[in-house]
């Protein structure tokens, strides 16, 4: 009778230690947070005037397959230099608690599963395949772990192309409701016509939102990055003023597109001004980082930039226009 517990209880452990891992593989919070813009911008669109839960679970699931594919991916790829980096060892391919070749076909079967679910159930009105929202979803898990990933520990321009698939999730959402990429188009809804311009918008709000996020992550984290060999900062000497002016570059750049939602019809000035708000507090934070040049005023950036998009997606679907 002990044995037969115990051989339960380990197994029972073992199991539970084995779905950590996984979780662990696909970065659960930042594919969450990832999928959150995602499952907002699908919202934002305009022909979608009631939640069919089912469609938005369908997405949620879809958006975290692609985007744990492609953490997978990363993960398997950078085995050797995750093990060098205090904040990485423990991850499961990096210290040997999974093969690299279990990653891969964890990444090829979600990958493929959320790609085509992608298609499969955000059809248009024609029930034809969501040929836009599927390809798009490919081009981002592409562009993240075959591009952006090895690009890493060669220039920094890898922050560039790596905001690309990070802002695609944007795009993909609205495309998943409106099955167009066209910008110049419009949308019809409840007998109005919107603008389809908004996913681009959406898309080019989180794209700018990254640069300030992601070199204040880079910047605390320098010391392990750059054990690691990887190239993430704009100045090669490290955390410069000429990092904290780019921060500040690209904060300033959000302002001008954080009031495009409202003038694209999108949503109302409520909306707006929390965004105008938002983007000066990062502008303010960025600047305290020239300002101090430290590592306690980049985590402030850092942190800064956590709240601020999930504060910025919900004021829009807030204020959204119907």
């Known amino acids: 009778m002990t044995n037969t517990v115990s051989t339960s209880d380990s197994t029972s452990f073992s199991l539970a230690a084995k779905v950590k891992d996984y979780f662990q593989l696909i970065k659960f919070t930042l594919s969450f947070m990832v999928v959150f813009s995602c499952v907002i911008c699908y919202l934002l669109a305009p022909n979608i005037v009631s ?6 679970l369908m997405l949620f699931i879809a958006g975290m397959l692609v985007t744990g594919s492609a953490n997978a991916i990363n993960q398997a790829v950078e085995k050797d230099t995750d093990a060098m980096m205090k904040r990485t060892a423990s991850r499961p391919v990096a210290s040997g608690r999974m093969t690299q070749q279990e990653a891969y076909a964890f990444a090829f079967i979600t990958g493929i599963a959320g790609v085509f679910m992608m298609g499969w159930f955000f059809k248009g009105d024609d029930n034809a395949f969501n040929w836009n929202a599927s390809l798009l979803s490919a081009l981002s898990l592409f562009l993240y772990a075959f591009i952006y990933t090895p690009l890493k520990k060669i220039n920094s321009v890898a922050v560039l192309v790596g905001a690309f698939p990070g802002a695609l999730p944007c795009l993909i959402g609205w495309v998943a409701a409106t099955n167009t990429t066209n910008p110049f188009g419009t949308i019809l809804a409840n007998g109005k016509e919107f603008s389809n311009a908004g996913g681009w918008i959406l898309f ?14 880079a910047w605390v984290a320098h010391a392990d990055y750059s054990k690691a060999g990887f190239k993430l900062l704009p100045a090669d000497k490290g955390p410069t003023r000429f990092t904290a ?6 904060s300033v750049l959000m302002i001008p597109v954080g009031i495009l939602p409202y003038y694209s019809g999108m949503t109302g000035q409520v909306s707006m001004w929390i965004l105008v708000a938002a983007n000066l507090f990062m502008v303010m934070q960025s600047i305290r980082l020239y300002n101090e040049m430290n590592a306690k005023a980049a985590r402030r ?8 998009l999930p504060i910025v997606l919900l004021a829009l679907l807030a204020d959204k226009v119907h």
């Open 51 to 56: 939640y069919h839960w089912f469609s938005i």
């Open 204 to 217: 080019a709000m989180q794209f700018l939102w990254q640069f300030p996020h992601f070199w204040a992550i």
């Open 245 to 250: 002016v780019q921060g500040i570059m690209y």
């Open 301 to 308: 950036v850092m942190f800064s930039s956590y709240i601020y």
